[in-house]
């Protein structure tokens, strides 16, 4: 299914010049009504006239959240206060918060994107759209909520929290499709166990989790326990909120290349990398008005597919996100990225879906230790298969992370749950 078929089905070279008019146009607005960015090219002595094509991106200047906090509330604006409909901002938690304003346009270029996204996933106007992503400042909810009226389905926004509610009104309503972070999904399965009913016994079909990383292992985890196709879905509070979604082949995210253009760097050096090799996201906005960014430094870690989907759209795909730069643990000279634990523990039966790594520093060593849940259908009575079962998952998570970790396993229900995004590091190196 397409919601735009011509443009999703473009020919690449069509795509191409359709990018290159709108990054000729862009570098000329910014220089002419940024601050920032008029400041930026100077500095490095640069003219719109010196961006005649795609060749000619790698010419253009990095831009960091730094750079947002650094030119708060609207130093990074690039049109008068008047013509911003709506603001959105980050939650200001490692600093001062990210704020991102929207025009008119912006607004209806972030709803077609995500149109375009859900009907991937396959969902339609029949569908019942249960929205547990928070309302508000942040750009989740009101995200999709814009698209699935779009598209003619039926928004239920419920926003995060109230789980019991959540559960009920799934049921009695008959909800189809469910959009939250995949930690909360299975926490919502887990709660509907526990009040003596099943996501299964519901008429869920599809679910769209993003805002957090997860990996294969934990969508076949929610598969497992739910029954519905799980997809993925991508976007940064600072580009829109979530904009691009898996199709039906569940072969990476497709980015739409007329609105987004995108590179993948090495964190270090800043350079390309090739085809196939993982670096970090880098988005250009071809299409935004208020806020436009030019090569925006993600902090996401993934992988570029430039190849035709099997699903007819030419447009580029991410892979999974694999982790943020930023997120990164260094643990006695080692680079572990969460994402690499989950794959491991998500991959053994006996483990639960919940975990939670700390980090110590014992005699200027740094210890790292993973607390993860039991499987309660599993029965280790034991204290040797206990012992058996832990050194299985050390053993695994050394071969992987090239580091050692002690692994605590507890009993199902122990570990702290999260109506949103999981927390699951603790690093108590800092303190």
């Known amino acids: ?56 991106l790698p010419k253009l200047p990095f831009t960091k959240k730094q ?15 008047s013509q911003i409909v ?7 938690t490692t600093g001062k918060p990210t704020l991102v304003g929207y025009t008119e346009n912006d607004i209806r270029m ?37 698209a699935v009226e779009k598209i003619g389905a039926t928004a239920l926004p419920i926003s995060t929290g109230n789980t019991a509610r959540q559960i009920e009104l799934m049921k009695d309503l008959g909800v189809t499709v469910i959009a939250c972070t995949p930690s909360y999904m299975l926490y919502m399965a887990e709660y509907a166990e526990k009040m003596g009913t099943s996501i299964r016994e519901t008429s869920l079909r599809i679910g769209i989790f993003g805002a957090e990383p997860w990996s294969e292992e ?21 580009l829109s909120g979530p904009l691009f979604t898996e199709c039906t082949e569940r072969n990476g995210l497709h980015i739409w290349a007329d609105h987004f253009l995108v590179e993948v760097i090495d964190p270090k050096t800043g350079e390309n990398v090739g085809e196939g090799e993982k670096g ?15 090569r925006w430094r993600t902090g996401d870690i993934t992988i570029l597919e ?54 110590d520093r014992v005699e200027n060593l740094d210890v790292m230790t993973i607390q993860v849940e039991l499987n309660q259908k599993v029965s280790i009575e034991k204290p040797g298969e206990i012992l058996n079962l832990k050194r299985k998952v050390e053993e695994r998570l050394k071969s992987v ?31």
């Open 306 to 359: 430039t190849e035709k989907c099997n699903c007819g759209r030419t447009h580029p795909r991410i892979m999974r996100i694999l982790g943020r730069s930023d997120d990164m643990l260094i643990v006695r000279g080692v680079n572990v990225f969460p994402s690499q634990i989950e794959h491991v523990l998500m991959q053994i039966p006996e483990l639960g879906e919940h975990y939670m790594i700390i980090l």
């Open 218 to 238: 934990t969508r076949k985890r929610i598969e497992e326990k739910t029954g519905i196709t799980a997809y993925d879905v991508y976007g940064t509070s600072e």
């Open 110 to 146: 972030w709803v077609e994107s995500l149109c375009r996204g859900l009907v991937s996933c396959g969902v339609t106007h029949e569908d019942i759209v249960q929205i547990a992503y928070g309302y508000g400042l942040f750009t989740g909810g009101l995200g999709f909520h814009y």
């Open 401 to 431: 992370l090239g580091v050692h970790a002690n692994v605590e396993l507890v009993n199902p229900g122990t570990l702290q749950r999260f109506e949103g995004k999981a927390k699951r590091i603790i690093d108590r190196r800092k303190i």
């Open 1 to 56: 299914m397409f919601w735009n078929p011509s443009m999703e089905r473009m020919p690449v070279e069509d795509l191409k010049e359709i990018q290159e008019k709108k990054l000729r146009a862009l570098v000329n607005n910014v220089y002419n009504y940024s601050p920032f960015y008029k400041r930026k090219f100077k500095e490095l002595g640069l003219h719109p006239s010196d961006i005649r094509g795609l060749e000619d």
């Open 280 to 294: 970090e996201l880098v988005v250009t906005t071809l299409s935004k008005e208020a806020m436009p960014l030019i």
């Open 86 to 92: 709506r603001f959105h901002a980050s939650s200001g």
């Open 67 to 81: 750079d947002l906090r650094d030119n708060y509330p609207f130093g990074m604006f690039a049109v008068p206060i």
